[in-house]
């Protein structure tokens, strides 16, 4: 029952991407952006899910991202003459930080193409993006399924 309709992402080098896959089997790794972008959103196609978490290592704080802007290695347009930002989705109920200001960094760069793929095709799927720190992966499991409860 957990997440049944959820996707979740990460990436090759987060540290605690062994943690996500004792959660979720469905657990997607980034590592080649472009091409794992494609195959990403296939899933998210054939799979229909009401909500995608991607999740991502912080040496700081834990927070959710709020928006998902249209900006790569700070000049590149990700998509040119894609929409400049993308809102995403937050959980009513986190104690986590709330970063109302994007990163152009690559987890902002798969958050604007998801969001991108899930506007042009119109569907409900919402998309959710959590940095943690390593204190709060122990509590991965419960984030999860608060992430999952706010829908």
């Not at 996500?20 to 296939?42: A, P, R, T």
């Not at 229909?48 to 928006?67: H, M, N, Q, T, W």
């Not at 937050?90 to 690559?106: C, G, L, V, Y």
């Not at 969001?115 to 943690?132: A, D, E, G, Q, Y």
């Amino acid at each position: 029952m957990v997440l049944a309709k959820s996707l979740i992402y990460t990436f090759r080098t987060n540290a605690f991407k062994d943690d996500l896959f004792g959660i979720n089997n469905e657990l997607f790794v980034f590592g080649k952006l472009k091409e794992d972008l494609n195959n990403f959103c296939s899933k998210i196609l054939n799979g229909s899910p009401d909500l995608v978490i991607g999740v991502a290592k912080s040496d700081s704080y834990s927070r959710f991202e709020s928006i998902a802007i249209n900006r790569f290695n700070k000049t590149k347009k990700i998509i040119r003459g894609g929409d400049p930002f993308f809102e995403l989705f937050i959980p009513s109920n986190t104690e986590f930080n709330i970063s109302k200001i994007a990163t152009d960094s690559f987890c902002n760069w798969t958050a604007y193409g998801i969001m991108s793929f899930i506007k042009n095709n119109n569907l409900r799927t919402r998309l959710c993006f959590v940095h943690l720190n390593e204190k709060d992966t122990s509590n991965l499991r419960q984030l999860l399924h608060i992430i999952s409860d706010s829908l």
